[in-house]
């Protein structure tokens, strides 16, 4: 084996790790990431200077006088990183209650302690609320359980001496089983939001008392905030407005209709030092009512205030209002009237939680969110589409299609199809005032002849409606039509203007009008739902669903791929795009596959590359050949392939505990014929250990396109080998020299 001069080596090694980030943007593939500000979900305050913030993320910590923000994750000891409900206790520990992992406590040493449903009494891993009463239990407030107790959660109390107590529907006078909000008046009465069923009152003396719209003067019955004044008076966040309950048991009510109030779903209320009733609302902005009636508004029109989504606010000892947004971070009024931003992200995209991407032919990107649309102009300026600032019918948009005339169809979840021209105006189409049958548009297509095909999905007799262009409308639906069911997740238009419907299994309309039908008991289909089709330039049809991908031949014959017979990275499959060199790429729950037209596979996940979320809804190739991919939780990733030679290196685990067996995984890209050397290192803090031997002598590999395949470093983590972070370097040389071609990294902790 030849052996180059070791300290030279070491030289040059080190300078080309240290020149790492340089290099790693010269050569390879590239990812760019676009994402919206953090979600801000619950607020809650240390002392008068730090600020700890629930976010879509993980935990903020932010330094209110340095603006500092420490981040805590998964990777530092919380359970999951969406994080609904923040309090802190009389000893200074901070309890955090996660979307599904249970609730998570910061103890002060900086260790952490989890609760869920495997390990302790509480009722559901999915926790909405916090409440910490005079007597040190902690409330929590829960939704939907999957764990022992099955279908809903309830209230869970746990107690200073370690013991638990569960309200629930079988147990007590609970309303329901979801819990949206908690709060416990002076007289120690908690008062408990619900989803549907109102407000439930659990007495001091432990009866209950529950108020609904039947019963009382309630706006409505979905309750997700509380607030108490200092008169006693309870302030009730319904999404029909807001609802206050006097001492004396009367009732007050306001909405948009007869009050200042901006918007009348109610996320949040807080009251300020002057009894002015702060409110957060979804769309609006910020409500407050003063003391004698009047009403103010905030929301991004009129103030600094960036996003008009508020989920949380909360009024520290300065009077500074802090308003947890849905997109741009958190916000801080203070009572000069500056303002202040933490979290925000430079990106214009109103969501991380994508449903659709296209884009246009002036390579404008399209996103469709549940917080309204999000333009990425062609020269990287941002144009944001919401109900307040267009006429877009509904903020959540399922899907959109451009037609030949570069108008945009954008299909809504409750407001039917809104279209915006290239001279900035709208036009709306629903059930009330167009022959559209449903308000609910699940996905658009658009056909050879200009005709404009909305699928819905409604177990009655809706199906698809078809706007021609003479204005006139049509519909298919099980009643009229061979189409089989009126479930309509995904509409595809082959290039003989055939129309493939993904339903119950796949139906297809021809264009003499017959209809054909394929299902997993008459052919090849894998399953029943059809989540999406494509369709390839060999007029292949690829069809996604829960159990993989179904390829339909056309000579008829059939093909299907799962994570049992090929290189699919999850089963449920939910986007797919196909490129101009035929590789189809598959979204997944579990990243992206992509399928290459010599059968093999590629696979891109968050351990082994920037892609910046998993759960993969969407997928968009631009004329550029990049992949644009639309995230559930992550925003959008974008894939620039680069055909040169590249290493990358990555590990499935971030950490491993002493006797484990550290594996790293080497991948080189396009290998050539031409021999190429591979060094793989591993970097202790005072010198580099070599591959495969582990020692300081450097060990070239020479690899090429004819013996090369991914390798697996292994080094056994023994007691010889102190805890701490360690680095794992790969870089490839040109044969029998130092000239660099390609370096990559990967940081793993030892425990």
Known sequence: MRTLNLLKLNVVIVIFFLCFSILSLEAGDKWINYKAGDSVYAIAFEGDRYVWCGTSRGVARIDSETWEEIKYTTEDGLSYNVVNAVAIDSDGRKWFGTEWGGVSVLNTDGSWTNFNEDNSDLVCDSVNSIVIDSKDRKWFGTGFSTGAFGGWGGVSVLHPDGSWTNYTTENSGLATYYINAINIDSSDRVWIGTFGEGVSILNFDGSWENYNTENSELAYDFVYAIAIDSNDRKWFGTSAGVSVLNPDGSWENYNSENSGIANNYIRAIAIDSNNRKWIGTSGGGVSILNSDGSWENYNSENSNLADNYIRAIAIDSNDRKWFGTNSKGVWVLDHNSNWGNYLESKSGLASNYLNAIAIDSSDRKWFATGYGV???????????????????????????????????????????????????????????????ANNYISTIAIDSNDRKLFGTEDYNVNGVSVLNPDGSWIYYNKDNSGISSNIVSSIAIDSSDRVWFGTDGVSVLNPDGSWENYNPENSGLAAYWVSVIAIDSNDRKWFGSWNGVSMLNPDGSWENFNTENSGLAYDLVEAIAIDSSNRVWIGTYGGLSVLNPDGSWDKYNTKNSDLAEDWIIAISIDSNDRKWIGTWGGGVSVFIEDDSLAVNIYSNNSSFNHGETIEISVKVDNPSDNTVDMYSAFHTGSAYLFYPTWDITPHPTEISSTNWEEKILTLEYTSTIPKGSYTFYSAITEHDTLNIISVDSVTITLE
């Not at 062609?378 to 959109?400: C, H, K, P, R």
């Not at 299609?401 to 409750?414: C, E, L, P, Q, R």
Request: aromatic share 14%; net charge negative; proline share 0%.
């Open 374 to 436: 999000s333009k990425l102009n062609s020269d990287g300026n941002w144009t944001e589409y919401n109900t307040m600032n267009s006429d877009l019918a509904d903020d959540w948009v399922n899907n959109f299609v451009i037609d030949s005339n570069s108008k945009v169809w954008f299909g809504t979840y409750a407001g039917g199809v809104s279209v915006l021209s290239s001279d900035g105006s709208w036009e709306n189409y629903n059930t009330e005032n167009s022959g559209l």
